[in-house]
C-alpha cells in the first residue's frame, strides 16, 4: 500500500543554517512519482518539485535541492541558507501511476526559521 | 495564467446546517480534486473528477457529503448536515496530463487556498 512517512514533526533553524527534510516512502508500483509540496501560514500548497521513479538523478534549483534514493526509498530535501520565507510545513506526496493520479500525503513537516 | 479559485476562504456553520464550497480550477486542466486536511495533517483526498465524471469517490462520506462538476469546469462539494467533526480546510486542486515519461502519463497537482471550515 501506499505510504509517506516525515518522521521530522517540527524542525526549528536559525537563518542561514541547512536543513534537511525527511521523506520515506512505501509503494508496490514500480512507476511512481514523488512530490514536494510547501504549505505558507497563507494555506496553500505550493508545488515544489516532482521526480519520477526512474530519474534518480538529484535535483538543485536555487537552494533548494532534491536527493532521491530507490534504495533506501528516501526522497530527502535540503534548503541551503535558510531564510525566515522558507518557514512553512512541507509535505511530501506520492502518486502510484497503476493506481491513477491520487496523492498520498505525508503528514508534514513544520519548519521554522529564526531570524 | 490564474490558479485554482475557491470560496468562501472561511466559513462558520452550527451542526446540522448545511454548507458548500466552490472550486474552480485552472483553466484547461481537466481532472479536479477536493482534499480534506485536519489540522496537524496531510491532505487526504475526498473526490477526483477527469471532466464531469467522478473516477474516484471512494473516500467521500456518502452519507452526507456530495460532490458535481456538472460542465467539467467548475465543481461544488457540499456537506449536508455539518457534524463537528467536518471541522477542516477543504481543498481543492487541479492537473492536467503533461505527457508520458518511462511509459507513464504524468500530472502535478496545482492547489488552492481551500476553504477554512469550522462547525460549532
Known amino acids: 500500500a501506499q505510504k509517506v512517512t516525515q518522521a521530522q514533526t517540527e524542525i526549528s533553524v536559525v537563518e542561514k543554517e541547512d536543513v534537511t527534510l525527511d521523506c520515506v516512502y512505501e509503494t508496490r508500483d514500480t512507476t511512481y512519482y514523488l512530490f514536494w509540496y510547501k504549505q505558507p501560514p497563507s494555506g496553500e500548497l505550493v508545488f515544489l518539485i516532482r521526480?519520477?521513479?526512474?530519474?534518480?538523478q538529484n535535483e538543485i534549483s536555487g537552494r533548494y535541492s532534491w536527493n532521491f534514493q530507490k534504495s533506501t526509498s528516501s526522497f530527502n530535501f535540503t534548503i541551503t541558507a535558510s531564510q525566515v520565507v522558507d518557514s512553512a510545513v512541507y509535505f511530501c506526496a506520492l502518486s502510484e501511476a497503476n493506481y491513477g493520479q491520487n496523492f498520498v500525503f505525508g503528514p508534514g513537516t513544520r519548519l521554522s526559521v529564526l531570524p | 495564467e490564474a490558479g485554482v479559485v475557491q470560496s468562501p476562504r472561511y466559513k462558520i456553520i452550527e451542526k446540522k446546517q448545511p454548507v458548500a464550497f466552490w472550486c474552480n480550477p485552472i483553466?484547461?486542466?481537466?481532472?479536479l480534486y477536493w482534499y480534506r486536511q485536519n489540522l496537524g495533517q496531510g491532505p487526504e483526498l475526498l473526490i477526483r473528477y477527469e471532466n464531469e465524471e467522478a473516477v474516484d469517490d471512494s473516500q467521500l462520506p456518502k452519507d452526507r457529503f456530495s460532490a458535481e462538476r456538472l460542465k467539467g469546469v467548475d465543481s461544488t462539494l457540499k456537506i449536508q448536515p455539518a457534524e463537528l467533526g467536518d471541522s477542516a480546510v477543504y481543498l481543492c486542486?487541479?492537473?492536467?496530463?503533461?505527457?508520458?515519461?518511462?511509459?507513464?502519463?504524468?500530472?502535478?497537482?496545482?492547489f488552492g487556498p481551500g476553504t477554512r471550515l469550522l462547525v460549532l
Open positions: 521526480r519520477n521513479s526512474f530519474d534518480e
Open positions: 483553466s484547461g486542466h481537466n481532472t
Open positions: 486542486a487541479s492537473s492536467s496530463r503533461e505527457g508520458t515519461s518511462g511509459g507513464a502519463a504524468q500530472e502535478t497537482q496545482y
